[in-house]
């Protein structure tokens, strides 16, 4: 089986976000927006310091092609990266929610409608194109989600919208290819710092002091957000959204698999058959390079 780097640091980062809920979840008594306000901070930090210390050449080079670029280049590339850190923030907090206040399960199914969503709407917005055997494997993801959806309508409605945001981050960064990944990803943390500055006076609560709190939070943004948001963004560079949107299955899978295994969530008979069918889903959709067939799209 041949997989070139990008399809590698596309597996590899929803793999790490699968595993999420296990540094998140010891945080449940912390509210949400605490955690958002206190992980968004300090991966701004971090990444800054990184940026100006240590990548002072990669900076220092797109700067200079900043200045290369038509006024409309310009224009695009800065829309793109500003919305991109208004959708990193808002997913964020919509799974963090989820996560310490609806289920795990619940926040897995958001991103089991993400790469239908995506899929679809790089389909429609990029002029994606997608073979016979890639559209089975979308319409097996929608009957899955089908029936994991019956009798939860509300969740549904709140899963779409997780779902969305992420999605269509996805579909702007697929687009916002003129600079360094980590440079663009540094400026969207930036971004999404100065969004929630304004709030966090009124909405954060006590400072937190229990030292277990920073341990969690520091392997959260290192290991939960700066490295996976980077593989991601790499992987854009040389995959199709869409492919990238399939994915991004392996993350519910090892959500549920955690919620079954460690959490003890329980679980039903539609949920196994539903999870069976995402796991023939991301067979089918990468199939030409799963059983080496030729010219493979990336």
């Not at 196994?272 to 959709?285: A, E, G, K, Q, R």
Request: glycine letters at 2%; proline letters at 3%.
């Amino acid at each position: 089986m041949q997989i070139n780097k990008y399809y590698l640091s596309a597996f590899s980062a929803f793999i790490i976000w699968g595993f999420f809920s296990l540094a998140l979840k010891p945080l449940h008594d912390y509210p949400s927006l605490d955690i958002l306000f206190y992980r968004v901070f300090l991966a701004t930090v971090l990444m800054l310091f990184i940026s100006l210390f240590l990548r002072k050449k990669v900076v220092s080079n797109d700067i200079q092609f900043i200045k290369s670029l038509t006024k409309s280049q310009r224009k695009k590339a800065f829309f793109l990266t500003i919305v991109g850190g208004f959708l990193l923030i808002l997913n964020w907090f919509l799974f963090i929610y989820a996560i310490n206040h609806v289920s795990l399960q619940s926040a897995s199914f958001a991103y089991m409608i993400c790469p239908i969503l995506t899929t679809i709407l790089a389909f429609f917005i990029l002029k994606e194109k997608l073979s016979k055997w890639q559209w089975l494997s979308v319409l097996l993801c929608v009957i899955s989600c089908f029936i994991l959806s019956y009798g939860h309508l509300l969740d549904l409605i709140y899963s779409v919208t997780i779902a969305l945001s992420f999605a269509f981050y996805l579909i702007s960064q697929r687009k916002n290819s003129l600079f360094d990944r980590f440079n663009v990803l540094t400026v969207q943390m930036i971004i999404a710092s100065i969004v929630i500055i304004p709030f966090f006076p009124k909405y954060s609560g006590d400072v937190p002091t229990a030292s277990l709190f920073y341990i969690l939070l520091l392997i959260i943004v290192v290991v939960f957000t700066i490295i996976p948001l980077f593989l991601n963004l790499y992987a854009l560079k040389g995959m199709n959204s869409s492919a990238v949107g399939i994915l991004m299955y392996t993350n519910p899978l090892i959500h549920f698999i955690l919620a079954v295994l460690y959490f003890k969530e329980h679980i039903h008979a539609t949920q196994i058959v539903s999870y069976i069918l995402i796991l023939l889903s991301i067979v089918i959709f990468n199939e030409k390079i799963l059983f080496k067939r030729k010219s493979v799209d990336v």
